[in-house]
């Protein structure tokens, strides 16, 4: 069984105005928050894999530079289901027995104990698994591989909680909403 990570740093930015994967927050840029947080994670556990899937060049030559696959995905203007195509394809052979977690790249207060904890739920019998603060779902997710199908089929703007609604859904508790906290706006930061 291998655990497949995708980070997911391809989106539009629309409400920031400019790409704000690439903008500062406090001494590192937005991106590389999460980057780092699963670099730790993987580097743990034997079957895990990291892979970046961006559109920026800059973020692709960052990754690489780490030594972390990275995979262009050039059609992601078109909606965050082309993103998830491209690192899926990118990916090769996913087993029915492996699992894929999408961790987007603009929640930098994402803790790597919770990216553990929701890796952890890695098991046969388990269709999905995502973080909950109290009754709120957020992100990162889990899948098994075999759901692969369906989470290829996505289309347009239509992300994996599409798929997680068709599907058993095993919750993570985090004591700290803050994880969730993505950046949006500026005002965000």
Do not use: W
């Not at 262009?72 to 998830?84: R, V």
């Not at 698994?129 to 289309?155: D, I, W």
Request: hydrophobic share 40%; net charge neutral.
């Amino acid at each position: 069984m291998k655990k497949h990570i995708l980070y997911l740093a391809s989106g539009n930015s629309r409400r920031f105005g400019k790409n704000k994967l690439l903008v500062m927050l406090g001494e590192k840029p937005l991106y590389r928050y999460g980057l780092d947080t699963l670099r730790k994670v993987a580097a743990e556990d034997r079957d895990c894999t990291l892979t970046v899937v961006s559109r920026y060049p800059e973020i692709r030559r960052a990754a690489e530079a780490l030594h972390i696959p990275a995979v262009d995905s050039p059609e992601s203007t078109l909606g965050i289901s082309h993103t998830i195509r491209a690192g899926l394809s990118a990916l090769g052979g996913v087993g029915s027995e492996d699992f894929i977690l999408f961790v987007v790249a603009d929640q930098p207060y994402l803790k790597a104990d919770s990216v553990r904890r929701l890796l952890a739920q890695a098991h046969p019998g388990t269709e999905t698994a995502r973080l909950y603060a109290k009754k709120s779902p957020g992100n990162p997710v889990l899948f098994s591989g075999k759901l692969l199908p369906e989470l290829m089929a996505l289309e347009g703007d239509c992300g994996g909680s599409a798929v997680v609604k068709k599907h058993a859904c095993t919750p993570v508790f985090i004591e700290d909403a803050a994880e969730f906290s993505d950046i949006d706006t500026p005002g965000d930061l």
